[in-house]
């Protein structure tokens, strides 16, 4: 396999950008901008994410069984370079950032134009990053989006002309 | 859970669209479009995709034990409609599309821009469409994109105002 073709071709994917929160509810916190993201199913509504396995997001989504995505919109790209440090929770912000626990204990962000929480219900332990599949147990939607709800969130192209994750 | 703020919220995700394609080497062969895609590691490379498990492609999948996922280009919208329906292989074409077979035995069209050819490694049977993990075998690129590779291939939102797969 040509390792050139095959980063390219996989760089055709596009991406949106989302921040991944979970509270295990024993003290561990977590917030980190992720972005390989799918739906895959409709029932029950299922997603997907590719999670870094030495990540403290990865843990922490283990030890909670449950995870939120909050969507990112257009004008959250500091946000976005921000949760790829480690989150610090203070002041009862998240680097930075106002929050409320949503139903699964997991951070849904003020800022963030809408978010799902899910119940994992299996992780597949195949590489560098596990696929973590969750029902979407509950839905926020801070702010409706005017036009396509694809066009409101910020996406891997939006950070930088080459910024990519992925490949 | 409010099922209209689930739905848009879910749908801020966005997505490409592809030709999942399959050959069982039995006589079946299966080319349908999707865009749950998302990759999900680098080490190995892996890509997800959510297959409905009610189609011909999935069962073709599933014996094969690999596919290919072509990238379309911003100029294959109606390829992407033809393929909504089940693909037919009459003169050496699919659906009136030429292809070659790949290593896996997977039709890569000659219309998309590129395409990877995967190993299925697992499958999440959960919901009304599976999770289906592939580790990229294979990557072909026909014509390499000038400006970057996510910004060369059709998305969901290129084919239509209201059309969406997802929610």
């Given at each position: 396999?040509?390792?050139?073709?095959?980063?390219?071709?996989?760089?055709?994917?596009?991406?949106?950008?989302?921040?991944?929160?979970?509270?295990?509810?024993?003290?561990?916190?977590?917030?980190?901008?992720?972005?390989?993201?799918?739906?895959?199913?409709f029932a029950p509504?299922?997603?997907?994410?590719?999670?870094?396995?030495?990540?403290?997001?990865?843990?922490?989504?283990?030890?909670?069984?449950?995870?939120?995505?909050?969507?990112?919109?257009?004008?959250?790209?500091?946000?976005?370079?921000?949760?790829?440090?480690?989150?610090?929770?203070?002041?009862?912000?998240?680097?930075?950032?106002?929050?409320?626990?949503?139903?699964?204990?997991?951070?849904?962000?003020?800022?963030?134009?809408?978010?799902?929480?899910?119940?994992?219900?299996?992780?597949?332990?195949?590489?560098?990053?596990?696929?973590?599949?969750?029902?979407?147990?509950?839905?926020?939607?801070?702010?409706?989006?005017?036009?396509?709800?694809?066009?409101?969130?910020?996406?891997?192209?939006?950070?930088?002309?080459?910024?990519?994750?992925?490949?």
């Amino acid at each position: 396999m040509n390792a050139d073709a095959k980063k390219t071709v996989l760089r055709m994917i596009p991406y949106g950008i989302y921040i991944l929160t979970a509270d295990d509810g024993k003290g561990s916190v977590a917030a980190a901008t992720v972005n390989w993201v799918t739906q895959s199913a409709f029932a029950p509504p299922l997603v997907v994410v590719g999670v870094k396995t030495d990540s403290g997001a990865y843990q922490t989504v283990k030890a909670a069984g449950t995870f939120a995505l909050n969507m990112l919109g257009k004008d959250h790209k500091g946000l976005a370079f921000a949760f790829f440090k480690p989150a610090v929770l203070a002041d009862g912000k998240l680097s930075g950032q106002t929050f409320r626990k949503g139903s699964t204990g997991a951070p849904i962000l003020d800022a963030a134009p809408g978010a799902v929480e899910c119940r994992v219900t299996s992780i597949v332990e195949q590489g560098d990053h596990h696929v973590v599949v969750g029902e979407v147990v509950e839905a926020h939607l801070h702010k409706p989006p005017t036009g396509r709800a694809d066009a409101a969130i910020l996406e891997m192209r939006d950070l930088g002309d080459n910024v990519f994750y992925g490949g």
